[in-house]
């Protein structure tokens, strides 16, 4: 079946260290994007990425980084300079078609990540 | 830069009656989609419906259909019929005819089903 998979489902972090949270596509999509959940708050867009080897920062992209190295897979490390890294993490994808416009994005199930 | 409000963050409708979830938009562009996402307990996002800019006609899918008011930059969701299932975090997203931007969210609303 196609879809997205993100992993870790639950992940911790101490202070300081970087973690790296994983998605994956099979839908051969062209845009991936990372959001960041906070209650009350929506989802924020951290980066998205179009083609590959190309990204985008998003509204709140410090402390972030990413890349793109394959159509398939837009993993996002949360580095030590985020400051509050506490949150839900979704990942998106979506077929761009030319002058039809976007379709739909697609979610992943979504990365806890907690501060320890 | 686009954004997109929510003005209600929690809405309770009684089963089987009709509830109706706002949302209104800022854009300066001509082409672009809307959407309406549930979010269950779960956290799984599921699109509900889109709504193309360009076209005039409400989507509508079973029991969900949209209000869509372009010129007042407005997309409301009507649920008819409301089921116990229907509960959760409901999100309105916009994205541009291009999809450079990705999607904006709203902050959602709380739709809560008194049996």
């Known amino acids: 079946d196609g879809g997205i998979t993100q992993s870790p489902k639950y992940l911790f972090r101490k202070e300081g260290q970087n973690v790296t949270l994983s998605c994956e596509q099979n839908l051969n999509h062209d845009a991936m994007y990372w959001y960041r959940q906070d209650p009350g708050q929506g989802l924020r867009l951290i980066y998205y990425s179009q083609i590959v080897n190309d990204f985008q920062k998003g509204d709140i992209a410090e402390g972030y980084s990413v890349s793109r190295e394959k159509k398939e897979s837009f993993p996002l490390t949360v580095t030590s300079a985020q400051k509050n890294p506490t949150a839900f993490y979704l990942c998106?994808?979506?077929?761009?078609?030319?002058?039809?416009?976007?379709?739909?994005?697609?979610f992943g199930q979504g990365t806890r990540l907690t501060v320890v | 830069a686009q954004t997109v409000t929510q003005s209600q963050p929690e809405m309770s409708v009684q089963e089987a009656e009709t509830v109706t979830l706002s949302c209104t938009y800022d854009t300066s562009e001509s082409d672009y989609y809307l959407f309406w996402y549930k979010q269950p307990p779960s956290r799984q996002m599921i699109l509900v419906i889109r709504?193309?800019?360009?076209?005039?006609q409400n989507a509508t899918e079973n029991r969900f259909s949209v209000n869509f008011q372009k010129a007042a930059k407005s997309f409301s969701l009507k649920i008819s019929d409301s089921q116990l299932g229907d509960a959760a975090m409901y999100f309105c997203?916009?994205?541009?005819?291009?999809?450079?931007?990705?999607?904006?969210f709203g902050k959602g609303t709380h739709l809560i089903i008194q049996p």
């Open positions: 709504q193309e800019a360009y076209k005039q």
């Open positions: 997203a916009y994205i541009s005819g291009g999809g450079a931007d990705g999607l904006t």
């Open positions: 998106a994808s979506s077929m761009i078609e030319g002058t039809v416009g976007v379709t739909e994005a697609f």
